[in-house]
């Protein structure tokens, strides 16, 4: 929801405001159209804003290849900084970047970059926006805003390790000045339970709802945020031959689940599960999870029906994904190197003849990380590297973009002053 929100209020600003009269400022969602409804909190929150799903463009619509192509594009991007490997080729049209996470990269002028550690990027386009001209805000980009932060920095409160000062700062400026807005907890609790709302979804839905995934030189991994407690997770019937399916599919080697819920006193709580049929990468990654410091998960196992699957508590509840993904980052690196000199002084016989599995293939969705982690991003929260421009565009005219335009300039999201692609 924050690289949505971002992205439509940004460019709902810069269309008010830029000089440029015949560009057009395209608000574009980096995942699939088919992807839209697994995030639940989003729909929501558009719906309740009035803003139709029909006017909003997403990233298997449009071709942004194309449009650099033809000297017709500049990219800003939101909630991300380092484009994946098959966008390279967009790196020439960026010339803007705001985003909540440390670079792990440097932009040299002309792009601007905007760039604090901050617990929505949301909270940065805010502040973009009011720094501006006086009235540029409408309440209903402001409502869009506000409901980001307030959820994102899970209802400003310190244990959740999220909010800064910077968070509360702006999200208080936005009640001043629109002081009919719902109150942080009213609209924390409708977003929290439209985000936390799985009912009806498939298990590998839910794991496709927050997915980010690493990939080494000898396995990949994915991390799949899961908002339901982990034993009501683990009792989904059918579940172990689901989750097997899942990774057969995608080409994943693991998966750890990485659940938040709430107890009766809406404090959060957080469990983890890892799964692989391959008992050497799960031990592994297990223990790398058990021994780590920076930071330190204090896990405790759980009961597990599954032989391909451990079960933890974890006792940091502060310890988010974006600060367990450097730590696989990490074991991947070791695995690479331990496998490699594995490989090396390994004879035939000692694996009973079978040749070790060659090195996989670079594939969608390796460059994925968190929105808040200090890897290079990823979209599903923000950067969606599972929507590639080769599978095949549908076919979306200039004239279906720009009535796309027209409806969500109904809904004063994006104004009416562009009239030509950008």
């Known amino acids: 929801m924050d690289s949505m929100v971002s992205a439509l209020a940004l460019a709902f600003f810069l269309a008010k405001t830029s000089a440029e009269s015949k560009a057009a400022f395209i608000p574009v969602l980096n995942i699939p159209r088919s992807d839209f409804p697994l995030r639940t909190e989003s729909t929501f929150l558009l719906r309740e804003q009035g803003i139709p799903e029909n006017s909003l463009v997403f990233r298997d619509e449009i071709d942004l ?40 990269r440097e932009r040299g ?8 550690l901050v617990g929505s990027c949301a909270t940065l386009v805010t502040e973009r926006i009011l720094q501006g001209p006086a009235q540029v805000l409408d309440r209903k980009t402001a409502a869009l805003l506000h409901g980001t932060i307030v959820l994102d920095c899970v209802n ?3 244990e959740a390790g999220k909010v800064t000062p910077k968070d509360d700062h702006y999200a208080s400026l936005l009640e001043s000045q629109f002081p009919d807005l719902s109150s942080r907890n009213a609209i924390f609790e409708a977003l929290q339970k439209a985000k936390f709302d799985v009912s ?35 009792d989904r019937h059918g579940l172990e031959e689901e989750l097997h399916s899942f990774c057969q599919q995608e080409g994943y080697d693991l998966l750890v689940a990485m659940t938040i819920s709430f107890n009766e006193s809406n404090e959060p709580f957080r469990q983890i599960a890892v799964y692989s049929t391959r008992t050497d990468l799960r031990e592994a990654v ?30 940091t509840v502060t ?8 730590i696989l980052k990490g074991f991947l690196k070791d695995w690479d190197k331990m496998e490699a000199k594995g490989a090396e002084g390994r004879r035939p016989e000692a694996d009973g003849g079978a040749p070790k599995d060659p090195p996989k293939p670079h594939r969608l969705g390796d460059d994925l990380v968190d ?3 200090v890897l290079p991003p990823t979209p599903m929260n923000s950067l969606v590297d599972e929507c590639p421009l080769d599978r095949g565009l549908p076919k979306l005219s200039s004239e279906a973009l720009f009535e796309r335009f027209d409806r969500l300039t109904a809904t004063r999201a994006i104004p009416e002053e562009s009239s030509e692609k950008k």
């Open 156 to 158: 400003m409160a310190p």
């Open 286 to 315: 297990c223990q790398a999870l058990e021994r780590s410091t920076d930071p330190s998960l204090h896990l405790s196992p759980l009961e597990s029906r599954y032989s391909t699957l451990r079960a933890y508590h974890q006792g």
């Open 371 to 373: 929105d808040d982690t």
């Open 200 to 234: 009806g979804l498939t298990t590998d839905q839910m794991l496709r709802k927050d997915l980010k995934a690493l990939s080494g030189k000898r396995a990949s991994i994915a991390i799949s945020a899961i908002y339901v407690n982990l034993p009501v997770f683990l």
């Open 319 to 326: 310890a988010s994904r974006k600060k367990v993904l450097p």
């Open 65 to 104: 290849v194309a449009l650099h192509k033809a000297g017709l594009l500049s990219l800003t991007l939101v909630d991300h900084h380092v484009l994946p490997s098959r966008d390279a080729v967009l790196e020439e049209a960026v010339v803007e970047v705001l985003d909540h996470r440390p670079l792990e």
């Open 109 to 116: 002028p002309p792009c601007k970059v905007t760039a604090e």
